[in-house]
């Protein structure tokens, strides 16, 4: 299991199958809130969803596919952070976050998203960590600013959301630009 602590009230850890059903209160409390960017709210429907995708994440963190890890507030969940193609031989992943509208504009993701990298470039040994998000989400957008991250190009209409075909503007941070910032 991972655990990153980030202060005395947040915390990162791997889910486990107890935190289905919070999960699914959270996502399901934040839903409209969450939709707006995130395809995969809709999918979510009922709390055997949050179950398969707790076990799911379980068996990729063990085959380091990928890392899903829920954002406790006072033990809490309060959102999600997570590495998906993750690509061992060039040492990349992207990185991917939410947080219920309630803690929404509070820096918490910054803050999560922060840590989260020092953890990927230093326990995990990546070289390079990409945000990707729709132009039009100018929050994400801010966060990867904040971040330090560089715009290395929009990729046109390559995501479906909602049905329609999204740009999407990729980002990177490179591990020694990190340990430079």
Known sequence: ??????DDNILLR???PDDAAELFLAINGSRLHLRKWLSWVDSTLKPEH???FI???LIDQHDQRALSLGIFHDRQIIGGIGLHHWDHYLRKAEIGYWITKEFEGK???TKCTTRFID??????????????FMPH??????VAERLGAKVEGIIR????????LEDIVVTGILKDEWAHR
């Open 137 to 142: 989400n100018q929050r994400s957008a801010a």
């Open 119 to 132: 953890f990927a470039f230093q326990k995990i040994g990546l070289n390079k960590i990409e945000l990707r």
């Open 50 to 52: 949050s179950v398969n």
């Open 1 to 6: 299991m991972v655990s990153i602590l980030i």
């Open 14 to 16: 791997s889910y486990q």
């Open 107 to 109: 820096g918490l993701i």
């Open 157 to 164: 209409q390559s995501h479906l959301f909602n049905g329609k």
């Open 55 to 57: 076990q799911q994440s």
